[in-house]
């Protein structure tokens, strides 16, 4: 992290799925050098110990559905050492580019005179084929839709109505509090037995997970307790082993 032009700085970093060893060795360069961390809930704790002894280390993190830290607060920080430290690692869980508000902290870091560098990360479900998912496969297929189950507004995307249509292996991301209504869709639009899957933590030791029919996402969730942070992933990629 050279500050060659003295301009403040700030690392927009992704930590992975989870497993501390799947970060990025530009990631792993960048945590050795960092002056201060502001570090979210997914990123993996492990990660911390990377960076040297006098790095200031600072938790940002968004529980699901509970307690959070407002964006605005995080962008304030982000000002604040970027300018009285230099430099600044925001180190946020799988890719900071996918649900992730990455690119808002870019545009704040930029409208303040800031220079943001941007190193991604592996996100959650490229985590899948370690339960054997992969989530294209020739002639099964050939595409992936990446859908979000919260918007801004607590809804459930629409665009998951025109991914039903499509052979596409379907990826929710956030949807665990969403399980009953998405099941529903595919009922309704005659898609209930398509197979699909839920993991949890992927990539970490504690990973878990269930299969079935996706018109029975709740109970699978149920039978397995499983909760968030969770993916929940929908085509016939998920029954290709069992």
Same mark, same amino acid.
């Given at each position: 992290?050279?500050?060659?032009? %003295? =301009?403040?700085?700030?690392?927009? @970093?992704?930590?992975? /799925?989870? #497993?501390? +060893?799947? !970060?990025? &060795?530009?990631?792993?360069?960048?945590?050795?050098?960092?002056?201060?961390?502001?570090?979210? %809930? =997914?990123?993996?704790?492990?990660? @911390?110990?990377?960076? /040297?002894? #006098?790095? +200031?280390? !600072?938790? &940002?993190?968004?529980?699901?559905?509970?307690?959070?830290?407002?964006?605005?607060?995080?962008?304030? =920080?982000?000002?604040?050492?970027?300018?009285?430290?230099?430099?600044?690692?925001?180190?946020?869980?799988?890719?900071?580019?996918?649900?992730?508000?990455?690119?808002?902290?870019?545009?704040?870091?930029?409208?303040?005179?800031?220079?943001?560098?941007?190193?991604?990360?592996?996100?959650?479900?490229?985590?899948?084929?370690?339960?054997?998912?992969?989530?294209?496969?020739?002639?099964?297929?050939?595409?992936?839709?990446?859908?979000?189950?919260?918007?801004?507004?607590?809804?459930?995307?629409?665009?998951?109505?025109?991914?039903?249509?499509?052979?596409?292996?379907?990826?929710?991301?956030?949807?665990?509090?969403?399980?009953?209504?998405?099941?529903?869709?595919?009922?309704?639009?005659?898609?209930?037995?398509?197979?699909?899957?839920?993991?949890?933590?992927?990539?970490?030791?504690?990973?878990?997970?269930?299969?079935?029919?996706?018109?029975?996402?709740?109970?699978?969730?149920?039978?397995?307790?499983?909760?968030?942070?969770?993916?929940?992933?929908?085509?016939?990629?998920?029954?290709?082993?069992?």
């Amino acid at each position: 992290m050279n500050n060659i032009h %003295n =301009l403040p700085e700030l690392f927009v @970093l992704g930590a992975g /799925p989870g #497993d501390p +060893e799947l !970060i990025t &060795v530009k990631g792993y360069r960048i945590l050795q050098q960092a002056k201060v961390v502001l570090y979210d %809930n =997914l990123a993996n704790k492990e990660l @911390l110990s990377l960076t /040297p002894d #006098d790095c +200031e280390q !600072i938790y &940002v993190g968004k529980q699901p559905y509970g307690d959070y830290t407002p964006q605005e607060q995080i962008h304030e =920080l982000i000002k604040h050492f970027a300018f009285t430290k230099g430099s600044v690692v925001r180190l946020k869980g799988g890719d900071p580019f996918i649900f992730g508000r990455g690119f808002e902290e870019v545009l704040f870091a930029r409208e303040n005179g800031i220079k943001t560098y941007f190193i991604p990360g592996i996100t959650s479900m490229q985590a899948s084929g370690l339960e054997d998912i992969p989530l294209t496969h020739r002639a099964i297929s050939e595409s992936v839709w990446i859908v979000t189950g919260t918007k801004k507004d607590g809804m459930l995307s629409a665009d998951l109505k025109l991914a039903i249509q499509s052979n596409a292996t379907v990826v929710i991301y956030m949807g665990m509090k969403k399980l009953r209504e998405i099941a529903q869709i595919y009922i309704e639009s005659g898609n209930g037995d398509i197979p699909a899957a839920i993991i949890q933590h992927a990539s970490r030791s504690n990973q878990k997970s269930a299969r079935g029919m996706v018109k029975y996402l709740p109970t699978m969730a149920e039978s397995k307790q499983l909760t968030y942070p969770a993916i929940i992933i929908i085509g016939a990629v998920t029954s290709l082993i069992n």
